[in-house]
Antibody, heavy 120, light 108 residues
Framework: EVQLLESGGGLVQPGGSLRLSCEAS????????MSWVRQAPGKGLEWVST????????YYADSVKGRFTISRDNSKNTLSLQMNSLRAEDTAVYYC?????????????WGQGTMVTVSS | EIVLTQSPGTLSLSPGERATLSCRAS???????LAWYQQKPGQAPRLLIY???SRATGIPDRFSGSGSGTDFTLTISRLEPEDFAVYYC?????????FGQGTKVEIK
């Protein structure tokens, strides 16, 4: 069964840092681009970042560029999101999502999400 | 950035009725790179449609997608009780990948 399991969410003060992880299973992890998508409480979906299958290409939304870093370890089937200089507006459920193909495509598998709350 | 506008914001229908959801893009979506997702409260989104009209694995055939360019439609032919949820369109043909604001399908 194809699964994605996020971890690392929690409460952090403005200006702080947090690292999210996503453990993948049930598919050939290195063959697919992987992404992070977030959803603020009561709001819609917002794409955050994508990394290519081999990890050589990364993409970011303007709202997080320069503050967030996406990475992957294909030997451990793990996706990560390092979040620095966190702001109140970064408060959201963060989902790990698998692209349907090795490049830009729809997200065909989603994790259950991990909540990040930025507050003093 | 391609802005996606979904309409209506809320659709009030009864089980068995047909639902028609619209997604309009601010500029042409390349290669019909348009997807539809369903989200229920407290759950992650689920992919329904990709490539504007292709059903994802395991999606019932009462869900269908159509359209090209700037105008896309998700149709649910006969609503089942489990179909009442929020639906999002998404374009993935250009960066940044963007979502519509969602359409809530509620029980009338």
């Amino acid at each position: 069964e194809v699964q994605l399991l996020e971890s690392g969410g929690g409460l952090v003060q403005p200006g702080g840092s947090l690292r999210l992880s996503c453990e993948a299973s049930g598919f050939t992890f290195s063959s697919y681009a992987m992404s992070w998508v977030r959803q603020a409480p009561g709001k819609g979906l917002e794409w955050v970042s994508t990394i290519s299958g081999a990890g050589g290409s990364t993409y970011y939304a303007d709202s997080v560029k320069g503050r967030f870093t996406i990475s992957r370890d294909n030997s451990k089937n793990t996706l990560s999101l390092q979040m620095n200089s966190l702001r109140a507006e970064d408060t959201a459920v963060y989902y790990c999502a698998k692209d349907r193909s090795s490049s830009w495509s729809a997200f065909d598998v989603w994790g259950q999400g991990t909540m990040v709350t930025v507050s003093s | 950035e391609i802005v996606l506008t979904q309409s209506p914001g809320t659709l009030s229908l009864s089980p068995g009725e047909r639902a028609t959801l619209s997604c309009r893009a601010s500029q042409s979506v390349s290669s019909s790179d348009l997807a539809w997702y369903q989200q229920k409260p407290g759950q992650a989104p689920r992919l329904l449609i990709y490539g504007a009209s292709s059903r994802a694995t395991g999606i019932p055939d009462r869900f269908s997608g159509s359209g090209s360019g700037t105008d896309f439609t998700l149709t649910i032919s006969r609503l089942e009780p489990e179909d009442f949820a929020v639906y999002y369109c998404q374009q993935y043909g250009s960066s940044p990948r963007t979502f519509g604001q969602g359409t809530k399908v509620e029980i009338k």
